[in-house]
């Protein structure tokens, strides 16, 4: 296979993880919506908590997309 | 790093501009003999001006010590009060010792993330380097924190209480790993959220010189990705306080770890 060819389909292939990534963050905000849903009084300290989570789990994201700006840019 | 991308113009043939996505991160040392001989780079300078404007607020602001205070002092006074909370409510009580510390590294690594977001900045947080000294000198300090609370009895940490004896040579390598791993993801977290960011900015930016150079409706099209980088650079104001915050949170946390083990 062509290099170039490969390389792109390499960068594709590692941005796969972005569909946990997906799914972990659509759980992380169901989960805030849920709860702050039945107990509105908890909402600043729920909210915190929820983006806490948001940026950790995004950064796994990240992890993926750095490793797929890797192949494609050096 | 840097140089002409291999990927963009290979396929094609064309001999279209390649994306060099890579190349704003290159560091440069500035004029001067010195300079040159400390590798003083543009990331150092920006290092120099964020620390100056936080200790300008911090100085500037608390100066007047007003009963109701102006723009300057209110932004001091609630940066203080947002870490200071942050420290007590995840460390406990201790956390008025460590507040300094954290305080420190939370502005050092904001400042990093916005004077990056200027245009013809430099993000110095976006280098390894930095993102992985901060991260050591963090869990460093944590564990010399830990070992003066608790001496010996801090290995202790590494196998929780109630837990079948037999275990062991399982739980306590497992543990150790995700403890040793915790500068590795602070750091690596930071770095390729930064690098991620800018990135995103240069590829949509090299879209609109690409497409705009094309023809007429490629300049029209070209509209289309220089929105996107108007709603990114709003997206990468959220990403650049959150990181901060989550750099800062993290920390907390695990001195927490080390002042109650557990």
């Given amino acids: ?74 | 790093m840097g140089g002409t991308g291999i990927v963009a113009a290979a396929s094609d043939g064309t001999g279209e501009p390649s994306i060099d996505a890579l190349g704003q991160f290159v560091l440069h040392p500035m004029a001067g003999p010195t300079a040159s001989w400390l590798t003083f780079t543009q990331a150092n300078i920006i290092m120099v001006i964020g620390a100056g404007l936080v200790l300008w607020l911090l100085y500037y602001g608390a100066k007047p010590r007003a009963v109701v205070p102006g723009r300057l002092q209110a932004a001091a006074e609630l940066s203080h009060d947002f870490i200071y909370r942050m420290a007590i409510d995840q460390i406990g009580p201790e956390g008025k010792a460590y507040f300094p510390f954290v305080f420190t590294l939370f502005f050092f690594v904001l400042m990093g993330n916005l004077l990056g977001l200027i245009p013809f900045s430099f993000t110095y947080t976006s280098h390894i380097a930095v993102t992985a000294a901060l991260a050591l000198m963090v869990i460093v300090i944590v564990t010399i924190v830990a070992l003066r609370e608790h001496g010996l009895k801090f290995f202790t940490y590494f196998f929780p209480d109630g837990a079948p004896v037999f275990l062991a040579p399982l739980i306590v390598p497992i543990e150790v790993i995700s403890y040793l791993s915790r500068p590795v993801s602070l750091s690596i977290r930071l770095f390729a959220n930064m690098v991620a960011g800018h990135v995103m900015f240069a590829v949509f930016a090299s879209f609109v010189v690409m497409l705009g150079g094309a023809s007429i409706l490629g300049a029209v099209g070209a509209a289309f990705p220089l929105a996107i980088n108007v709603v990114l650079m709003g997206f990468e104001l959220l990403v650049a306080a959150l990181q901060a915050y989550v750099f800062a949170i993290l920390t907390c946390i695990y001195l927490h770890d080390a002042v109650h083990l557990h």
Avoid: Y
């Fill in chain 1, 1 to 74: 296979m062509d290099v170039a060819a490969a390389t792109k389909l390499g960068a594709g292939i590692a941005v796969i993880a972005l569909a946990g990534v997906g799914i972990g963050i659509g759980n992380i905000f169901s989960a805030l919506v849920t709860s702050i849903a039945r107990n509105p009084a908890a909402r600043d300290q729920v909210f915190g908590l929820g983006i806490l989570g948001f940026a950790l789990t995004e950064a796994v994201a990240l992890f993926a997309l750095l490793i797929a700006f890797l192949i494609l840019f050096t």
